[in-house]
């Protein structure tokens, strides 16, 4: 784990009277709960808007960060995920722009 995160971790054990491990079961286990959320989640399926505001794709941390996602990131991920898997195929090079659309 990064020094940065160590010292943070750290500090935090001790203002609060934990040990470390259990600050660092807190900090790494916030994001597990996200990976494990947005993991679940079917995005091949997501098709209209509804349908992605409908599904836990934000997370709050307050004073830390904001994770979300919009209909066009998903829209851009999904075509960069078939642009790579086919030029994969192809031997080509995964580095090539890949194109956007609006719509999901």
Do not use: C, Q, W
Request: glycine share 2%; proline share 2%.
């Amino acid at each position: 784990m990064d020094k940065v995160i160590t010292k943070i971790i750290n500090d935090v054990a001790v203002t609060n009277g934990v040990d470390y491990k259990t600050a660092e079961l807190v900090y790494t286990d916030m994001f597990k709960f996200i990976r494990t959320t947005l993991e679940a989640l079917d995005f091949e399926n997501l098709n209209t808007e509804e349908e992605l505001r409908m599904a836990k794709t934000n997370f709050n941390i307050p004073r830390v960060f904001k994770l979300y996602t919009t209909p066009n990131r998903i829209v851009y991920a999904r075509e960069a995920i078939r642009k790579n898997s086919s030029e994969h195929d192809e031997g080509t090079s995964i580095d090539d722009n890949t194109e956007t659309s609006s719509s999901i």
